[in-house]
């Protein structure tokens, strides 16, 4: 917040976007909106990221969600937005009215985006692991219940689960034995488990994307004979 006040402006985009609460792609630039008024001038090591969008910036405080989406999807583009938007939405941040009102000042490539979104993504993993299956024309069910294992986060055809461990929920042995009992009950219902975690799905997505392709493309989604 200082460091924006002294370009007279407010956090912006992804900055804004993790102080109002919502999942966001990693990022290192600050990211500071000036409205009409601002001014470029630096603070000490400065290396702020700069918007000039139509408004008036009321220094001290955040711009409204609807904006930083906004921001978000010009600025960062359609994996962070998507990651984002979901996010407001299954916090209950951002209402059907200003979704709507969100559509329009959304570059014209991305805004089918708004009606592909759902409100029930965990996390902004598996908000992007839905959207980059959907670019390879693969559907995914997402938080079903499976007999004998709980909820899970995607299902794939019939008996393909997909689990994407967040960073907050999967570290220490006793998650690991928990998942590990998942997989197993699973397994003994005929399904099969591909689990990854969250540095696979930002930092090595090629390796769990020809992970998923091979096992589609083996039908390991598709009813078995027993």
């Not at 990854?196 to 799905?201: E, L």
Request: net charge negative; glycine share 8%; proline share 4%.
């Amino acid at each position: 917040m200082l460091d924006a006040a002294a370009h007279g402006g407010v956090p912006a985009c992804a900055t804004a976007a993790a102080l109002h609460g919502l999942w966001t792609l990693p990022h290192d630039e600050l990211h500071v909106w000036l409205g009409r008024a601002g001014s470029a001038r630096a603070h000490d090591r400065c290396r702020c990221h700069l918007h000039w969008d139509r408004g008036d910036v009321t220094v001290g405080t955040l711009p409204p969600i609807p904006l930083v989406l906004v921001q978000v999807a010009w600025c960062r583009g359609e994996e962070a937005f998507f990651a984002a938007l979901e996010s407001a939405l299954r916090q209950g941040l951002l209402s059907s009215a200003e979704t709507q009102i969100l559509r329009p000042r959304l570059p014209v490539s991305i805004r089918w985006l708004v009606d592909f979104a759902r409100t029930d993504a965990d996390s902004g993993l598996e908000s992007l692991v839905r959207l980059r299956l959907h670019r390879h024309g693969i559907s995914v069910r997402c938080q079903v219940h499976v007999f004998a294992t709980g909820v899970v986060d995607f299902l794939i055809g019939d008996r393909l689960l997909l689990e994407i461990d967040g960073k907050p929920n999967h570290d220490g042995p006793s998650h690991r034995h928990k998942d590990l009992v998942r997989d197993a009950n699973s397994a003994a219902w005929d399904f099969e488990t591909l689990r990854f975690d969250y540095a696979m799905v930002i930092h090595d997505w090629p390796l769990v994307e020809d992970a998923i392709l091979a096992k589609v493309r083996a039908g390991a989604h598709l009813q078995s004979a027993r």
